[in-house]
């Protein structure tokens, strides 16, 4: 018996999960770069990115971690900025309510875990660019103000997309992806 011969169903298995990691991947590119292509709606759909990065850290933690970078790298060659969306904003939130759904944590913990992961991406973000995303509107207010409306912001968007996530797309995950 050879070795193809031996592991012929794990190669099938590793084709599949190759496939869908990038298809989610591809998904995870598109929507990010969609406010290029679509200005307008692109920047609503962008949003959307967290989407595919939660798949995959649903599935299998790791591949959220390596879709994420590769989804990142390739969305850098064409669009910079929307690469450090993608590493700093949308894909933390995804990373965190995968794992956190995957591990089984209860909804609280997923929701304060992925603002934490938001918050300190937002963080991340504003030390790279060196404004924060609410800094125009706050300016007059101080870093504390801006603090404390990145982690309320941070708070918002997380329980939208946990409520969005567990009420809407895992039953669907569950039906179209049986274990």
Known sequence: MTVGQRSGRSDVGRGRR????GMLVGLTIALQLAPAMLPGAGL????????????????APGEGLVGLAAAAA???????GG?????????????AL???AHAGWRLHWRILLATTAETAGLMALGGITGALP????LSSAGPRAE?????????????????????????????????
């Open 83 to 95: 690469a450090l969306l993608l590493a700093f904003m949308t894909g933390p939130i995804g990373l």
């Open 134 to 137: 609410f800094s125009r509107l």
């Open 44 to 59: 609503a759909l962008s949003a959307f990115s967290t989407l595919p990065i939660y798949i995959l850290a649903l599935g």
């Open 147 to 179: 603090v404390a409306a990145a982690l309320g912001f941070s708070l918002i968007y997380s329980f939208l997309w946990a409520a969005v996530l567990d009420n809407a797309v895992a039953p669907l995950l569950r039906r179209l992806l049986p274990r």
């Open 18 to 21: 190759a496939a869908r990691v």
């Open 74 to 80: 390739a969305v850098a060659t064409i669009r910079p």
């Open 98 to 100: 995968g794992w956190t």
